[in-house]
């Protein structure tokens, strides 16, 4: 018990007829550069809500609450936040504005690096939204591992070995996630309006949406986020300086595409480099290993000094029936899951093993609901339904564990919960959503659309504490306060930053 759970969310502002908000990232709410819990991601509209670490759930669900009463409070009232992960009201690759983050050199990288990304796979790509579950095993657990293992590597080198284990596992039966919590089966038509080529590969549910009729995250499909460059991507999860030294090549092997667009045109930055990965987030993966970087440190370089730190799952639709995105029985059914996967056997992957894996994501994204669908575990082909099933069952004797001194035993229930939920397609997110449109024949946009207003009147009613306002109007203050102190300090050119943040070992 006690391992700590973050939380980050990503949510877009729309103005109330849908469209994506073409306004700044709000004042009032700090700068996004330097502010702890409130920033943005790809887009100026594409707000992050990030929650400090905490060993109860029900603290970090609780952060992240209040961070949404405080924007909600500061924001433009003509705005709110989309509660579904495919974004709707997207008007063009250009309707999706670049987040800025000021006039520092690590400000502009960010800013040329969001660039990069626009040139390779385009803007309303990033517009996506998510959530992303911060796990870090608890620390007084892991001498016990390490004893009971009997292994001959020091601590810090075992623990990174046992998160490496973890993510093998979860790169195995995390289509289960997809399969439980996914809430994106349907996509506007506006958003391959940049890629209308792509319109032919969905079934049309009415003039305005696109949908698979078995589908449970198209936001962790393929629907052209991951470029061929990416696809033939191998990274290697076996061991930390196998992982570093896979994702470092990437990042300074060239790639002809990307040699095209150029890096410094006319004295403009388009990418941040023209190789494979410009920087390791680029690297679309569902699960990272963490160690928490310095100040302008590479996360490859902090993970190879100090081992892994945590690990952050990033395979989480927004739950559109949820005010703020996820909600307590699925993130406790999530910190069950990861435990066990750290607590079971995991051989290194060998031979087509991530092909294997990802074919199954895939399968599971696009339909994932169909009855007798089978699955690929270790070449053979499983029902989903039995698979998932047993993968549930074995997390019951952990869940015991975690409910010790709770007498409404939440873990146990959840674990109830989602058998039912293997039983029957049905009372999946993404089942709900499509029934939910086809009762109110309302296109997925209306039905997202509809269920962010009744969010905006639910925050509306929850006015924050005046001492918790005061504290992040503090942080707000603070936020800009450290942006100019930053901004203050650069002393070498953008392009010696860049030179260095590359050269470091």
Request: net charge negative; aromatic share 10%.
């Amino acid at each position: 018990m006690g391992g700590l759970k973050g939380i980050e969310k990503e949510s877009l502002r729309i103005c109330k007829e849908g469209c994506v908000s073409q306004t700044a990232h709000p004042k009032a709410l700090g700068a996004a550069l330097t502010h702890p819990h409130i920033t943005t991601d790809y887009s100026e509209a594409l707000l992050e809500f990030i929650t400090p670490p905490f060993s109860d759930i029900t603290q970090a669900l609780d952060f992240m609450h209040i961070i949404h009463q405080y924007v909600y409070s500061h924001i433009d009232e003509e705005e709110m936040l989309l509660s579904a992960s495919m974004p709707c009201g997207v008007d063009g690759d250009k309707s999706v504005p670049i987040a800025n983050y000021g006039s520092s050199n690590i400000g502009k990288m960010k800013h040329v690096y969001r660039h990069g990304l626009w040139h390779r796979y385009g803007r309303t790509m990033q517009a996506i939204a998510g959530v992303h579950f911060n796990y870090s095993v608890p620390i007084d657990l892991w001498p016990v591992l390490h004893q009971q293992s009997q292994s001959n590597l020091e601590l810090k080198d075992f623990i990174s070995e046992s998160y490496f284990g973890l993510i093998r596992n979860f790169q195995r039966q995390g289509w289960i996630i997809l399969y439980l919590f996914g809430a994106s089966p349907a996509i506007c038509k506006s958003f391959f309006k940049s890629r209308p080529h792509l319109i032919a590969e969905f079934d049309e549910f009415d003039q305005y949406t696109l949908y698979h009729p078995y589908a449970t995250s198209l936001r962790m499909s393929d629907i052209g986020y991951k470029s061929k460059n990416q696809a033939n991507l191998t990274i290697d999860y076996n061991s930390l300086t196998g992982y570093v030294d896979s994702l470092g090549k990437a990042i300074e092997t060239p790639y002809p595409d990307y040699k095209k667009i150029g890096v410094k045109v006319d004295g403009q930055y388009k990418q941040l480099n023209a190789n494979i990965l410009q920087i390791e987030n680029e690297f679309y993966s569902t699960m990272r290993p963490k160690q928490i970087a310095k100040s302008g440190e590479k996360p490859t370089l902090a993970l190879k000094n100090r081992g892994v730190e945590y690990i952050e799952m990033r395979s989480l639709d927004l739950d559109l029936f949820n005010p703020i995105g996820i909600g307590e029985d699925s993130a406790r059914f999530i910190e069950a899951f990861l435990l066990n996967c750290l607590l079971q056997d995991s051989p290194l992957h060998k031979g087509n093993e991530d092909y294997i894996n990802n074919i199954n994501q895939l399968d599971v994204a696009h339909r994932g609901r169909k009855p007798g669908l089978k699955l690929n575990r270790n070449g053979q082909q499983v029902m989903l339904k039995d698979w998932a099933t047993e993968i549930i069952k074995s997390i019951e004797p952990l869940c015991e564990i975690l409910d010790a001194g709770k007498p409404d035993k939440p873990y146990s229930k959840v674990v109830k919960q989602q058998l039912a939920v293997v039983q029957d397609p049905e009372l999946t997110p993404s089942a709900k959503i499509l029934k939910g449109m086809r009762e109110n024949q309302q296109p997925f946009g209306d039905f997202g659309l509809n269920t962010s207003k009744c969010y905006k009147q639910y925050f509306a009613q929850h006015k924050l504490d005046e001492s918790v306002v005061q504290k992040f109007d503090e942080m707000t203050v603070n936020s800009y306060k450290k942006q100019q102190e930053i901004e203050a300090n650069d002393s070498i050119s953008f392009d010696q930053f860049l030179s260095n943040y590359f050269f470091q070992h």
